[in-house]
Nanobody, 123 residues
Framework: QLQLVESGGGLVQPGGSLRLSCRAS????????IGWFRQAPGKEREGVSC????????RYADSVRGRFTISRDSAKNTMFLQMNALKPEDTAIYYC????????????????WGQGTQVTVSS
């Protein structure tokens, strides 16, 4: 069964940057779409970005478009989420998740989840 492990979260000041990593236990290229989600206290989990298994056409939520960039290193079975110009409202636990082949807007469509990494944006 596919396992995902996130890393890279932390505390950053507004306007700062962080890069999250999501390492998969097996090859993802051509098989899994990888999505990044986040959940703030008292709020529902929401999609942030997604990259399908075989294309380089990413999806972004309106709230992060132009600030966040999703990418992958297929040789290392690792996905990244580069987050720039961070805002306090970006504070949340960030999760990577996988589903077969194509991206989806629905949280429940993703079968495999990492444990999450905390991102806190505060001065």
């Amino acid at each position: 069964q596919l396992q995902l492990v996130e890393s890279g979260g932390g505390l950053v000041q507004p306007g700062g940057s962080l890069r999250l990593s999501c390492r998969a236990s097996e090859s993802i290229l051509g098989t899994y779409a990888i999505g990044w989600f986040r959940q703030a206290p008292g709020k529902e989990r929401e999609g942030v970005s997604c990259l399908s298994s075989s294309t380089d056409s990413p999806r972004y939520a309106d709230s992060v478009r132009g600030r966040f960039t999703i990418s992958r290193d297929s040789a290392k079975n690792t996905m990244f989420l580069q987050m720039n110009a961070l805002k306090p409202e970006d504070t949340a636990i960030y999760y990577c998740a996988a589903r077969f082949l194509s991206c989806s807007s629905y949280v429940d469509d993703f079968r495999f989840w990492g444990q999450g990494t905390q991102v806190t944006v505060s001065s």
